[in-house]
């Protein structure tokens, strides 16, 4: 009886293993997918690069857009996917110091793009405005730099830092503080970025070259050094805790500087008075504002 009963929880633990491998296998094909597309029609003003060792992390390096208060700056961010992506939102943190309202003291971005899906009551974000599967790496990119020019004050992540945005917003003259600790951030950040060998784009022309793509981007076959071995998957006896070989490595780093225009993402036209008490910025990533350049 006892030998039973163990042989039905190795079944069940063998399933749900090989359950969870599979949705893994299907995350990755989507991330590789949305790569490829990325590198092939880049948005303007990253530079993302997938770990090494695990492509559900993608190293990121935000520009900020000419004629903004973050222009000439380079912030360093981390994506990382969960295994059922895109069922459920990756989360982005800062790694780099950035003062904003929608951005934690500790890094982590505060929209409502990144929120689980489905409505919340509590905080006011309707399920359009939060994370669902028509959205993907290119809408939450797009998202950010509109987060970064156009602050969400009415649900902040950083109070203090909302709190000196709107002195600056309504008097910039007698309330520098925050254009000023941007501006000294900003400098550490290129700084940074120079020990990195980054080029920081200055100009709207810089920011909106065509990048020429010398570096080696991944091809398929340098990508499946990710996937699961099928063989080590279809046996349940010999399954490894390790899904992913490490054993080839990919430098890419591919800088998404494109097109004539800066797309911005912006928010929801569902508005928000001060006292909704919304869980953070409502920018849903699925409409966007076209600013043109002479």
Sequence with gaps: MANRNHDSHRRLYNASIKSSDQHQHGSFK?????????????????????????FFTWNVGIFGAPDTLF?????????????????RPPTLRFLSNIWHPNVYPDGNVCISILHEPGEDERSGEKACERWSVAQNVRSILLSIISMLSEPNTSSPANIDASLQY??????????????????????????????EGVEI???????????DRKLPIPSIDDMQNYLIDDEDEEDEDNQSNDNYSQTSRTNSRIKLINNSEIKIAIKSTTKHDDNNNNSCGDYDGLSYRKKEFL
Excluded: C, M, W
């Design 166 to 195: 709107k002195k600056f917003q309504n008097d910039p003259i007698n309330h520098p503080a925050y254009k000023e600790k941007l501006d000294y951030l900003i400098e550490k950040s290129k700084a940074i970025a120079k020990s």
């Design 30 to 54: 989507i991330l590789k997918n949305e790569f490829s597309d990325l590198v092939k029609d880049p948005p303007e003003g990253f530079i993302v690069e997938p770990d090494q060792s695990d």
């Design 201 to 211: 784009p200055q100009t709207v022309a810089e920011y909106t070259k065509r990048f």
């Design 71 to 87: 222009a000439g700056g380079y912030y360093k961010a981390i994506l990382k996917f969960p295994f059922d992506y895109p069922y």
